[in-house]
């Protein structure tokens, strides 16, 4: 009888050690998924991080730049106004020049001034300040202020004018 209690007992331990083993599997098994989600959730935390922090850029960017688009009103109006003796001069060259300049290096950083003067009235890119005409497609006839985009975003609408044909 020893050896068949023995034996049970052998069976019994080693169930013991199989059910032991089985809660050890299902615990590590239960960390690696909690591992797996706090890997998912920080990959997916960076990541918007990221779309966070160039969104904000961006948004930075536009504003100091609608901070200086007056400046570059004022010194359009400045050059179209000049009068006729200072056309030669030097110094008005200068100006113009650093006009240029401001507007290349606008460009550089992705603004475009958007290009309103006889195209279609499109109010996602133009506000329009005056309609005159009696036809059906409204075309854009003046421009009073030019409108600027940073890549794909408006910074500032066209003030125009436009006119029905």
Do not use: C
């Not at 069976?11 to 960390?31: C, K, M, P, W, Y």
């Not at 060259?93 to 290096?105: N, Y």
């Not at 475009?112 to 279609?120: F, R």
């Amino acid at each position: 009888m020893s050896k068949a209690k023995n034996k049970k007992q052998k069976t019994e331990d080693a169930s013991t050690q199989v059910a032991n083993d089985r809660s050890v599997v299902a615990g590590e098994l239960e960390l690696v998924a909690d591992l797996q989600r706090l890997q998912a959730e920080f990959i997916n935390y960076k990541n918007r991080v990221e779309v966070e922090k160039a969104t904000l850029s961006q948004f930075s960017k536009a504003q100091t730049i609608k901070e200086l688009l007056p400046v570059i009103d004022d010194l359009e109006r400045a050059l179209l106004h000049q009068p006729e003796s200072l056309k030669n001069d030097k110094w008005a060259s200068g100006v113009s020049k650093i006009h240029d300049r401001l507007i290349k290096q606008l460009e550089k950083i992705g603004v475009t001034k958007i290009d309103a003067l006889n195209k279609p009235f499109d109010h996602n890119l133009h506000e329009a300040v005056e309609v005159s005409g009696d036809g059906s497609e409204q075309v854009v006839s003046e421009v009073l202020q030019n409108g600027y985009m940073l890549a794909s975003q408006v910074i500032r609408h066209s003030v125009v004018k436009v006119e029905n044909r």
